[in-house]
């Protein structure tokens, strides 16, 4: 054994009937070599599949595998929050369960923390997935990590991480309902650091992630930390102002010392009245962005509804 510590693992699961026997057995082997101690907590997101009577029979085989099962589907973000929840060990691996992060990193993520890192995360040096995937999670973290206001966020690096049980209760403890953890888990502080790994490719069925809720994640990893896009809003609203100064004064100009009563010109202007139109709606649309987050978080309804609960 390398700790006595009790190690828990999170693993959101969405219609994995073919992957999740295949993760339960390389995922126990990596824990026997560490720990008599540990629980392996699946959480539901709702399969429609055989996933849950899949994952029912695991449990009776061996009662360190718990199940919490949602009543529909909440949303992988939730369903690793859910997780932490109910989570009891000294230390917590977040982990996907298709297996394109590999169990076994968590060697080199318990050396980390033995050595007093509570947060470590695993940094994806290369990804078997196609280039167009590839690009637009590359070009998402640079530039959140230019928008936030902690530098220290690294880029590269997903959900799967180990995290110390002091951190796990300060996130349990955060009362707003979109948690973003790859930035949650720096901003609370503390020493991190991460651990470079390949991503390969999933094991079998396909991925859950559209290109839509994709896209959602990353607005709503954007204006859960940063205030930038109210700036930028803020900052062209002043350069239009300052353009419609500058061209009041070269009209006066005209029609005081040259005596043009009008400036021709008919597409121009309504050139200019489609940009203005433009900008405005766009920072009308950012600030709903914000106040529609608002208005989640002070309606305070639960992250997620449990349906069923298995060995907890």
Known sequence: MITNKKISVVTPVLNEEKVVGEFYSRTVDVLKKITSDYEIIFVDDGSSDSTLEKLSILNSKDSNVKVISFSRNFGHTTAVSAGLEFSTGDMVMIIDSDL?????????FLKKWQEDYKVVYGVRIKRKEWFGKRFAYWLFYRIFKKMVSFKDIPVDAGE????????????KALPERNLFLRGLRVWVGFKH??????RLGRFAGNTKYSLKKLVKLALDNIFSFSFVPLKLATFFGFIIAIVDFILILLIAYLRIFHGII???GFSSTIIAIFFIG????ISFGILGEYVARIYDEVKHRPRYVVKEKIGL
């Open 100 to 108: 394109q992060d590999p169990p076994e990193v968590l060697f080199d």
């Open 160 to 171: 799967f991480s180990l995290l110390d049980r002091q951190v796990v209760d300060i996130i």
């Open 193 to 198: 650091c991460g651990v470079n790994y390949e």
């Open 262 to 264: 009008g400036v021709p």
């Open 278 to 281: 433009g900008i405005q709606l």
